[in-house]
């Protein structure tokens, strides 16, 4: 009774089963009262033939006629005169007193049905009046035995108890093989996601149908896939996160090392200090990163968006970019269409300008120019950054805003990143409910495009 299968053969037979019994029911008995009104109208209608003879010639040589005719057949006839008495009978009176006092109400020309409790009484019976001259001269009582009806109505119900047999039986098989048809591909299912749950994430579902259980089978693949990919990511960014954190701890130790046990002058005890804090503030900047990408991941930072007219916004990211890049000897450019209006959080945009400013800062060379660049179209807000640096090659822009990806890792180190700016940057954006793009070719330059929708609400 635990398996599902079985809850369904069940559940669909008692309703099968049920509408079956319903309409076997009704049907059978429509068909005994239609059999036994047809009965009831023959008999009426042989009782109206004799009564249509008797009325041409009401006499005793047509009389002894009507009840010769009705000797060889399964029905009886009696013939009285207008007050009841009997002149002529095709069986024995006696059985047939009760049914043929005169009765106490006129009859119709066409008869009427004196007895049709077929499955209580022994006959069943009619009577037609014998109109002669427009007056009553007597009456033509027509019987049937019951016997014969029972014996049909018994008939009837022994072909409807085959018939419904034959319903049960192939019901249950229809069912067995359609609560089967049901199951298995759920208990596939079922299969895989234990499959699944061991670890073991190469589960393939057949896809026999389009309807929701093809569906079901699609997420549960899709599901597999995600997690294969989620438990490779992150044993990736495990051992990223171990290397990553190796490296400083071992740089501040070993020249912690240094400055204790050995006897340094000043200036070098001020040069191992420098790499000290220089690990130690890039070990904080990682944490810090960790800890970002940490809360968007359980979703519990907070977007706080508000109004933010981006001309002003980006005049004050020049002012604060502009010294920078004018020390290292690179222009930077800032072209805002005007009345720009963006619905974003203030301290969460400006975190994503800056690290793409910075990214381009880092990897541009002297007399380079970076240009920011925004403007409105078809409803939706768009943003770039455009560098003429060394540019990101090919084969590495799919995976840029992977974490801890870094394109160029001879040069992390000295470039002070840890490979999770960009992992950031794209989290903000998508938190926006914004996109970014990026279109880079080697040593001619970077393009960062950001796409926001306008949000007027």
């Not at 204790?260 to 000043?266: A, E, G, P, Y």
Request: include cysteine; glycine fraction near 6%; charged fraction near 25%.
């Amino acid at each position: 009774m635990n398996k599902l299968s079985v809850k369904l053969g069940i559940l669909f037979f008692l309703v099968i089963f049920g509408l079956i019994t319903v309409m076997f029911f009704f049907l059978h008995a429509e068909i005994v009262d239609s059999r036994i009104e047809q009965e009831l109208q023959t008999l009426k209608s042989r009782g109206n033939s004799h009564k249509a003879i008797l009325e041409k010639q009401f006499d005793d040589e047509m009389i002894d006629h009507v009840i010769l005719m009705e000797s060889e057949s399964n029905t009886d006839v009696i013939i009285t005169n207008d007050s009841g008495a009997v002149l002529a009978s095709s069986t024995p009176v006696q059985n047939f007193k009760k049914y043929i006092n005169p009765p106490l109400t006129p009859i119709q020309g066409d008869g009427q049905v004196l007895e049709d409790k077929w499955d209580q009484e022994p006959y069943i019976a009619t009577v037609s009046p014998i109109m002669i001259d427009q007056n009553v001269s007597g009456y033509v009582y027509m019987f049937q035995d019951t016997a014969s009806v029972r014996a049909l109505i018994h008939s009837l119900n022994e072909h409807f108890l085959i018939a419904g047999s034959v319903s049960v039986i192939f019901t249950i098989v229809i069912i067995f093989f359609l609560s089967r048809g049901i199951t298995k591909p759920l208990i596939k299912m079922k299969e895989a996601t234990s499959q699944i749950s061991r670890g073991k994430f190469s589960v393939s579902l057949p896809h026999t149908s389009n309807d929701e259980l093809g569906d079901l089978a699609k997420s549960i693949e899709l599901l597999a896939t995600d997690l294969s990919y989620l438990k490779k990511e992150r044993s990736q960014f495990l051992a990223s996160i171990s290397h990553e954190l190796r490296t400083p701890l071992t740089y501040i130790k070993g020249y912690a090392d240094i400055v204790k046990k050995r006897t340094l002058s000043k200036e070098e005890q001020d040069k191992y200090l420098s790499i000290i804090v220089e690990e130690s503030d890039r070990l904080a900047k990682l944490i810090k990163e960790l800890f970002e990408l940490a809360k968007m991941d359980q979703n519990t930072f907070i977007i706080e968006k508000e109004i933010i007219n981006l001309n002003g916004f980006f005049t004050k990211m020049d002012q604060k970019f502009s010294p920078i890049f004018h020390e290292n000897e690179m222009v930077f450019i800032v072209n805002c269409e005007p009345h720009l209006i963006l619905k974003a959080d203030s301290l969460k945009l400006q975190q994503i300008f800056m690290n793409l400013l910075d990214n381009a800062l880092k990897y541009s060379k002297s007399g380079s120019t970076i240009e920011l660049t925004a403007w409105k179209q078809k409803k939706r807000i768009h943003i770039t950054i455009k560098d003429s640096g060394k540019g990101i090659p090919e084969k590495d822009l799919p995976y840029i805003f992977n974490r801890f990806y870094r394109v160029d890792k001879s040069r992390t180190r000295a470039l002070g990143g840890t490979g999770l700016g960009l992992a950031i940057i794209k989290e903000l954006v998508h938190a926006h409910g914004g996109d970014i793009l990026v279109r880079s070719k080697e040593n001619v330059g970077t393009e960062f495009e950001l796409i926001f929708k306008e949000d007027k609400n």
